[in-house]
């Protein structure tokens, strides 16, 4: 656990605890964060009293489920957590995180997953990953984005950032189920004009920003933007 994550903004009346390869850690002060010393009860967040302090978001780094103690979720359940952010550094099974990320509940989560071999997303490769707002894969060397890769995702997603791969493929239909993304990332790929096929961003109605720096492209053909309504701001 490291205090430098710690965030506590008085003005905004938010709270985050932030956790390091635990599931959870005890508070017994909840305005100073000040840490349990026994590593064994770090798996409950809590006051002196032993009332659930108010949560507004977490931030939680390389947790798997099997970490999660009995209990410890039954305690957050219903207590103002309105964001929770998962952090993966490494080489993890993306079948545990997407069983890890279901057991949480609010308004948004966000997954971001560093590191991680992952050459093709393919329909199946996100099976079991639902609810999420935003999401995140860099320097995974991702290289290609097939068709309906994020289908399980169009209910929810609002940000997806692909940056910092080796995508040099993306097929038309990758991002067809996604009409409520507001914020698409695929920078620093090698992405050139065959890469995006016409019509790649047709059903992306709700698309507010684009950036494809730091690709190959020597122009962006006006036909990937077919049904698209960018905002034009």
């Given amino acids: ?23 959870f850690i005890e508070i017994v002060n909840a305005s100073l964060f000040k840490t349990a010393a026994n590593n064994n009860n770090n798996n409950i967040i809590r006051t002196t009293d032993d ?15 099997e970490s999660i103690k009995r209990g410890a979720l039954r305690l957050l359940a219903g ?11 490494g080489n993890f099974d993306l079948r545990q995180i997407a069983h890890t ?8 989560i966000s997954l971001s997953v560093s590191i991680h071999p992952i050459s093709v997303l393919g329909a199946d490769t996100l099976r079991g990953l639902r609810r999420l707002t935003h999401f995140s894969l860099e320097n995974t060397n991702l290289a290609a984005v097939e068709a309906d890769a994020f289908a399980h995702l169009g209910d929810s997603l609002a940000e997806l950032r ?14 067809r189920h996604l009409h409520l993304l507001r914020h698409l990332d ?19 109605h709700s698309l507010h920003t684009l950036s494809l ?21």
């Fill in 162 to 175: 692909l940056h910092y791969n080796q995508s040099g493929a993306v097929d038309r239909h990758a991002f």
């Fill in 51 to 65: 009332h659930l302090f108010k949560v507004y978001k977490l931030k939680l780094n390389n947790l798997l489920c």
């Fill in 79 to 89: 207590h103002h957590i309105s964001r929770v952010e998962f952090h993966y550094f």
């Fill in 213 to 233: 720096s730091y690709n190959l492209l020597a122009k962006v053909s006006t036909l990937l933007f077919v049904c698209s309504k960018m905002d034009s701001s």
């Fill in 1 to 23: 656990y490291n205090n430098n994550n710690e965030e506590f903004d008085e003005e905004e009346e938010t709270m985050a605890a932030a956790l390091n390869n635990v599931p």
């Fill in 101 to 108: 990320v279901q057991l949480f509940d609010a308004s948004s």
């Fill in 186 to 204: 695929l920078d620093l790929n090698k992405l050139s004009e065959d890469s995006l096929p016409p019509g790649t961003f047709d059903a992306l």
